[in-house]
């Protein structure tokens, strides 16, 4: 394989101030980028790759929208009802994708790479900064300068 190319790099502009949140985005932008660098224009090649690597990214992407949901629930975030909605969508156009591909339809990788960045890199800037403004909004700054949500802040 050729050497690995980053076509996405994590920025600080992309933290959501939430070490879970913010590392499971590394780990989406990761998976982008071994997208890209697994795009080699070799069919049955890329849809050994791809076949492998799937159903483990389908739970992760799933796994990381119940861990923003959850969060988002516990603190009453006013937005919920929609991310969750963007969060439906992504989830339905990804196994669309899956299910075509293990009927047989081609899939070309790069363009699959294509929306994945372009849906996460948007996501995280507009949807999920909602709720990190939101969480630095309703938290409580602790002695040490860290920020903490509390149920009193939740109350608030």
């Known amino acids: 394989m050729k ?14 101030g939430i070490k879970t949140i913010d590392d499971q985005h590394k780990a989406l932008l990761d998976f982008v980028n071994d997208i890209f660098n697994h795009s080699t224009g070799k069919e ?59 009927s047989g339809k081609r899939l070309v990788l790069e363009k699959f790479a294509h929306f994945l960045k372009d849906w996460a890199l948007s996501h995280i800037a507009i949807m999920d900064r909602q709720y990190g403004d939101y969480f630095r909004r309703i938290a409580t700054r602790k002695s040490d300068g860290r920020l903490s949500i509390t149920a009193a802040d939740i109350a608030k």
């Open 44 to 102: 049955a090649e890329e849809r050994e790759w791809f076949k492998d690597v799937i159903k483990h990214a389908v739970f992760y992407v799933t796994e990381h929208f119940a861990t923003e949901e959850k969060y988002m629930i516990a603190t009453r975030f006013p937005g919920y009802a929609e991310h969750k909605k963007e969060h439906d969508e992504f989830t339905r156009t990804v196994l669309k994708t899956v299910k075509e591909f293990d």
């Open 3 to 16: 050497a690995r190319v980053e076509h996405v790099v994590w920025q600080s502009s992309y933290s959501m």
